[in-house]
Structure formats: C-alpha cells, structure tokens
C-alpha cells in the first residue's frame, strides 16, 4: 500500500526556515530513495531533492545549499530543512520514492504541503 503524507508548511517571510515531513508506508521508504518535489501556480512539477537508502543526497541547483533531505529509518520518515527560503519557494510540496528514471516512482502522489514565502 503507497502511503505519503506530507506535512509541516506554512506561511514564512522571505529567509526564515521551515521543516517538511513525509511519513512514508514502510514497503516504500525501506526499499527506495526517496525524493522532494514542489509544483509552484503555472509551473511544472520539479524534483529538488533526493536521498538514496544508503544516505547520499543530491539537490536541485536552486535550493543547493539552503535546502537538506534527511531519513529516519525508525520512523519511515524523510524531511527537508528549508533555510533561508526565497519568494521562489513558494508550491506545494511532496514526496514520493524516486525511481530509476530519477523520477517520482510512483503515480500516487500525498496531499502535499503549501509553503508560502512572503517577500
């Protein structure tokens, strides 16, 4: 069963901090890397960060640097520490297992949760 429930969003002013968690079913989370995505009004959905099973991370260039993906195992639980967050940053934010293709792996997408950055 494909369970993703994003939380911890809000409304933050541009360069404060904000902590997203995705509580993944154990099925997924013990046996993908996982990822971070956001969907801005208009936009595409982009990937902007993933974290293999064995810890690696890599970041999309416009968050690098300000944005960390974590795991924690026991918990089946992926995070992203958002710092100095940018009017830009503003979407609705998901996760989902990253395939192969470096892409969501799976079509079920959680509800999401919307970050606004006020500028």
């Known amino acids: 069963q494909v369970q993703l429930v994003e939380s911890g969003g809000g409304l933050v002013q541009a360069g404060g901090s904000l902590r997203l968690s995705c509580a993944a079913s154990r099925s997924i989370f013990n046996n993908n890397a996982m990822g971070w995505f956001r969907q801005a009004p208009g936009k595409q959905r982009e990937l902007v960060a993933t974290?293999?099973?064995?810890?690696?991370?890599d970041y999309a260039d416009s968050v690098k640097g300000r944005f960390t993906i974590s795991r924690v195992n026991v918990k089946t639980t992926v995070y992203l520490q958002m710092n100095s967050l940018k009017p830009e940053d503003t979407a609705v934010y998901y996760c989902?297992?990253?395939?192969?293709?470096?892409?969501?792996?799976?079509?079920?997408w959680g509800q999401g949760t919307q970050v606004t950055v006020s500028s």
């Open positions: 974290i293999t099973r064995g810890g690696t991370t």
């Open positions: 989902n297992a990253v395939g192969a293709t470096g892409w969501a792996k799976y079509d079920y």
